[in-house]
């Protein structure tokens, strides 16, 4: 069951725990489970929904060499508050593709925010390799690519993404994505559908 999404959702459960005739005990214990994340596992290719709002997702490849593609729902006023989150557990030679609903250049779903990357590695000043940089999705950047084997990318254990629905036509992302590639420039995060 998804977390309430608004404020009003939210004072409606709230009325109709106060006029039940649970324990109050009962009330606490059903409140306590409101505000749990369900943690889910995507293993292959996925489409989301408003009911997975809240949802924390472990990104585990059942096929060690092929991509597993997730893509959101396209996006509308009901949709706006909506949250996801995933970390990958595995990264695996094939990668994770995280696409918005509607792919229309221009006119469709788009990402704002950023993904921080680095290498897990001192900083080293003298060649420049990456211990931390920020890469911000340009327009018409569509995808969030977690792929542990590109070149730069990203898609080690650890990396999480957070996204959240903040209009009709942006999500809005936070990434920390972790990466072997120690010259890594991040430009393989976001990128177009096509």
């Known amino acids: 069951m998804p977390l309430p999404s608004t404020t009003n959702e939210k004072s409606i459960i709230d009325?109709?725990?106060r006029r039940s005739k649970l324990t109050s005990t009962a009330v606490k214990i059903i409140n306590r489970l409101l505000q749990r994340t369900i943690v889910e596992t995507i293993s292959v290719d996925q489409a989301l929904t408003l009911e997975d709002s809240g949802k924390f997702f472990l990104l585990d490849s059942a096929d060690e060499s092929a991509e597993v593609l997730i893509t959101l729902p396209e996006l509308s006023t009901n949709l706006i508050g909506t949250v996801y989150t995933f970390a990958v557990v595995d990264p695996s030679d094939g990668r994770f593709k995280i696409q918005v609903g509607d792919?229309?250049?221009?006119?469709?779903?788009?990402?704002?925010?950023?993904?921080?990357?680095?290498?897990?590695?001192?900083?080293?000043?003298?060649?420049?390799?990456?211990?931390?940089?920020?890469?911000?999705?340009?327009?018409?950047?569509?995808?969030?690519?977690?792929?542990?084997?590109?070149?730069?990318?990203?898609?080690?254990?650890?990396?999480?993404?957070?996204?959240?629905?903040?209009?009709?036509?942006?999500?809005?992302?936070?990434?920390?994505?972790?990466?072997?590639?120690?010259?890594?420039?991040?430009?393989?995060?976001?990128?177009?559908?096509s």
């Open 103 to 193: 792919r229309t250049n221009d006119t469709g779903d788009q990402f704002l925010g950023y993904a921080f990357h680095g290498a897990d590695q001192a900083s080293d000043a003298v060649s420049g390799a990456i211990n931390g940089r920020i890469t911000v999705p340009a327009n018409n950047n569509q995808c969030i690519v977690l792929d542990a084997n590109a070149g730069n990318g990203g898609g080690e254990g650890g990396t999480t993404v957070k996204l959240t629905a903040i209009s009709t036509t942006q999500w809005y992302c936070e990434a920390i994505i972790f990466t072997d590639d120690t010259n890594s420039s991040g430009a393989g995060i976001f990128q177009n559908a």
């Open 15 to 17: 009325q109709l725990l």
